[in-house]
């Protein structure tokens, strides 16, 4: 998996210029401008409907943008049917996690891995995932629907990692989840990004946890980008706190 | 005593069949969510085919494998080229859709082969076995019994074991994460309609040469009794369809036994009926109401 | 749920009176057209040929039927496979009834009338059966069940073939056109008449259950059976009612066939005709009475069209015979599939639309 595309610009794996998306004839997004450098935690926050699991949708081909530009690693991405998205290195983990709930826990991890040749690799990935995630090792055979909210979430995760993906679409991964969960999983999104380079795009609900853990924060308010900047300095900026963010 | 051996091997054999033939429809049900009411016409096309690949080369072997071959071409091309642009939002669309399918298909073979019944050979005796001095089981019937196991036990196969298995079943229970996981949906559906019709048209070569041989029509009374089967077992279950094939051969085999071979097309529908109006989600579905 | 709010749509508590008043105005209007079409059939049946007229009356029958489907599968969201056995059981009981006036030397042109009546209420009987079931089932389990009826009732003609007589059939014996009329009145002629009486009397009577509240309720228990429950209607009479009232259709328009064709045999009610009365409807419109129309004339008009096509071709007899039983079903194959994917609203709905887009650029008519 190189970096055929050679000129992503200046390190970035993700761009989106000037996105318009949405559902029937009003679009949700207006020209959203996005840059994700490579090996970078950014994440998108603002209130409910400020088109932040849009965004994630359109990026992840399941809408159809109506105009603008989606770039990974410098290669446009327009006509790439979702199914090819995954070869390309993009893993989306949908809202409400996305765990099939007729199929069993290795059955949900082994699909992760069934569109790569290497085979071996994937059958090492999922080995990974089972270390990574105790909860998911001891329940290999049980259907995803007897999982609890924290292992769905565990399975959801491993399931993209198997496919080890450079560029990772995580759509409110704390909804419904206990603090002491939320914090785990942000903790092992920071691991991942410093010992495999992996590149995440976190969209949340839960901005204080979620600005803690990215680098870059972007924050949505009615289907537009109103600010971008790192993530700390989003924290500290009271104003922009009380105006979009709520606290 | 005799006489209720006889049923009963009789019975699992037309059973066999029809816990086939309502296999194919639960395949595409689960897959997607229509009852293929084409099936019996898609199947007596393939038996066709194997007709004329037998009277061609005059071997029954090459025409059953013709068969196979057609039906999973079949449906393929019905899902692809068909089924794939019909509105879903009413349930009655994909219904009219295969029925027209059916209109069509029977008529092209009427325009081929003509309306008059054709005898279909089998490749073992009909005649059954003494066993003990009791008339059991003949050739034929140890035939279906081998051919229908050994097919679900190929299916059986493929969706628990197989990557491409275990694609079907996660593009059927979730197609947009399968998608999201690489899966090829629209291929999964397909190749779900290609096995199921393969199965059905394997299934019409076992019964069509135990009723009044082949004709466009020959499926009609088989699709009812194998739509029953698929509805004692619930339209959702693989096994249930096993059982409740296996369960309406042998009630039918009972009645025209006892009562009448003339009353085989009633005890078909009121045994559906019965079964709907009682447990109209199968006898092995936990959830009982269909009602809102 | 209890009884007596059944049935009660919460639209006519809002409009009490006037609901009635445009009830009135409805019926009227419906058997002014009733009597005009009655006018120009009559004109027609002097104008016309004799097979012409045959034909015009075999059109009236199959429209009775695809009328009666309609208002189930158009209006009520009920799919029937089943009407061609609905059909068959009026076919039957008017040869029943008309064999056995024969039998006892009765004659008069009122018990034509009195069979009719017979076929219609014996069909309502079964149509109130199957109905009862069918309210308690949904999409593809209720075209199953339907479907084996259509399946298994011609076949019960030779499991009793005592009464039936097998796969023979009866024969229907129809008197002659009274004297008054003339000696040399046409049978043909004759024939239209009864039909075109019997099936427009029940065309209003069907025009305005469509337009009165249990019209109303039909469409409701379509569109959304939970809001349509919320609203006080109860669902499983409503479906029941629409079963009984589409079964009276069938019925009448499988013993008005009997009596043009002046005999029954099971062949002509098998899977087939309940699979063309649905496409006629489905071709015709789904949901709209006058898409009836268009599915019976094209039931009578298309095998006779494909007839003429295949004679200007010269074939060998045995390849035509199996061209002209085949290609209509081919055709209405084709058309059913096309229809439904390409133009789910029919004839009647690419004509409405027609007809709007031009009243829309009508000026002045703009309201």
Request: with cysteine; hydrophobic share 55%.
């Amino acid at each position: 998996m190189s970096e055929q595309g050679g000129r992503s610009d200046a390190g970035e794996l993700l761009t989106v210029r000037g996105l318009v998306a949405g559902y029937g004839a009003a679009p949700v997004l207006h020209e959203v401008d996005l840059a994700v450098p490579a090996g970078s935690i950014a994440a998108v926050v603002g209130a409910n409907g400020a088109g932040k699991s849009t965004l994630l949708r359109a990026l992840s081909g399941m809408l159809r943008p109506v105009a603008g530009q989606i770039l990974l690693a410098g290669e446009d991405l327009r006509g790439v049917p979702v199914e090819q998205l995954v070869r390309r290195g993009m893993a989306h983990v949908p809202e409400g996690r996305g765990v099939i709930g007729e199929l069993t826990v290795d059955e949900n991890l082994r699909l992760g891995g069934l569109w790569r040749r290497d085979r071996a690799d994937a059958g090492r990935a999922r080995d990974e995932v089972y270390q990574l995630f105790e909860p998911l090792a001891r329940r290999r055979q049980h259907l995803g629907h007897q999982l609890s909210g924290g292992e769905r979430q565990m399975l959801a995760l491993g399931r993209a990692l198997v496919g080890r993906p450079r560029l990772l679409l995580l759509d409110e991964p704390s909804l419904g989840l206990a603090p002491r969960v939320v914090a785990q999983i942000m903790a092992l999104l920071r691991q991942l990004r410093d010992s495999t380079g992996l590149t995440v795009l976190l969209v949340e609900q839960n901005v204080r946890s979620a600005l803690s853990v990215a680098d870059q924060g972007v924050v949505m308010a009615l289907g537009r980008v109103v600010r971008a900047a790192p993530a700390e300095r989003l924290r500290d900026d009271v104003d922009l706190r009380h105006a979009y963010l709520g606290f | 005593m005799e006489r209720f051996v006889f049923l009963t091997f009789d019975g699992l054999s037309r059973g066999a069949v029809y816990a086939a033939f309502a296999l194919a429809l639960v395949l595409i049900w689960r897959a997607a969510r229509i009852v293929n009411f084409a099936q019996g016409a898609m199947a007596v096309a393939a038996a066709y085919v194997a007709y004329s690949v037998t009277a061609a080369t005059g071997s029954y072997w090459l025409g059953f494998l013709a068969a196979l071959a057609a039906g999973l071409l079949l449906g393929a091309v019905v899902d692809r080229a068909v089924m794939r642009f019909v509105d879903h939002t009413s349930p009655l669309n994909p219904v009219i859709v295969a029925l027209g399918l059916v209109l069509l298909i029977q008529a092209v073979l009427g325009m081929i082969y003509g309306n008059e019944f054709r005898p279909a050979g089998t490749p073992f005796d009909r005649a059954a076995l003494t066993v003990g001095g009791f008339a059991v089981v003949s050739p034929y019937d140890l035939f279906v019994f081998a051919t229908v196991g050994l097919m679900m036990v190929a299916l059986a196969w493929i969706f628990a074991r197989t990557p491409v298995g275990l694609r079907m079943r996660a593009a059927a229970f979730a197609p947009e994460v399968s998608r999201l996981l690489g899966v090829n949906v629209g291929g999964m559906l397909a190749l779900g309609w290609a096995l199921a019709s393969g199965v059905g048209a394997l299934a019409a070569m076992l019964v069509i040469p135990t009723e009044l041989g082949l004709h466009p029509n020959a499926m009609d009374l088989v699709f009812v009794s194998a739509f029953t089967a698929a509805v004692v077992g619930g339209l959702d279950s693989p096994p249930g369809a096993v059982v409740g094939g296996l369960v309406v051969g042998l009630v039918l085999s009972y009645v025209s036994g006892y009562a009448g071979s003339d009353l085989t097309p009633l005890a078909v529908l009121v045994l559906l009926l019965a079964v709907l109006l009682v447990r109209p989600g199968g006898l092995f579905a936990p959830v009982t109401a269909r009602r809102v | 749920m209890s009884a007596t709010r059944a049935a009660a749509p919460p639209e006519r508590a809002a409009t009490g009176a006037p609901a009635d008043g445009r009830r009135g105005s409805t019926l009227l209007r419906h058997l002014a057209v009733a009597v005009a079409v009655a006018l120009l059939v009559l004109a027609a049946s002097y104008g016309l040929a004799p097979f012409r007229n045959f034909q015009l009356a075999t059109v009236a029958a199959y429209l009775c039927a695809t009328a009666g489907l309609t208002v189930l599968t158009g209006l009520n969201g009920q799919l029937s496979l089943g009407h061609g056995a609905l059909m068959a059981t009026g076919a039957y009981t008017v040869a029943l009834c008309q064999g056995a006036f024969a039998d006892h030397g009765l004659t008069g042109g009122w018990l034509l009338a009195v069979s009719l009546v017979a076929a219609i209420l014996v069909t309502v009987a079964v149509g109130a059966v199957v109905g009862a079931a069918a309210a308690r089932l949904r999409g593809p389990y209720l075209a199953g069940v339907t479907l084996a009826v259509a399946v298994v009732v011609p076949a019960l003609t030779v499991t009793f073939d005592g009464v039936f007589n097998g796969d023979q059939g009866l024969s229907v014996p129809v008197e002659p056109p009274p004297l008054a009329l003339g000696a040399y009145f046409p049978y043909e002629r004759w024939q239209l008449w009864i039909a075109a009486a019997g099936t427009l009397l029940a065309l209003v009577l069907l025009a305005n259950l469509v337009r009165s509240r249990y019209g109303r309720t039909f469409r409701a228990v379509r569109d959304d059976e939970v809001a349509a429950r919320l609203a006080g209607i109860h669902v499983a009479r409503t479906q029941v009612l629409a079963f009984v009232v589409s079964a009276a259709g069938a019925g009448l328009g499988g013993a008005l066939l009997a009596v043009l064709a002046q005999s029954v045999s099971p062949g002509a009610f098998s899977l087939t005709l309940s699979l063309f009365l649905l496409m006629a409807v489905v071709i015709g419109g789904l949901g709209r009475l006058a898409g009836a129309l268009w599915g019976a004339v094209l039931l009578v008009v298309l095998p006779d069209l494909t007839h003429s096509v295949t004679e200007l071709f010269t074939v060998s007899p045995a390849v035509a015979q199996r061209l002209e039983g085949n290609l209509p079903l081919a055709i209405f194959g084709i058309t059913l599939v096309v229809v439904m994917i390409a133009a789910p609203g029919g004839v009647q709905g690419l004509l409405s639309r027609l007809g709007r887009e031009l009243l829309a650029r009508w000026p002045g008519r703009r309201s």
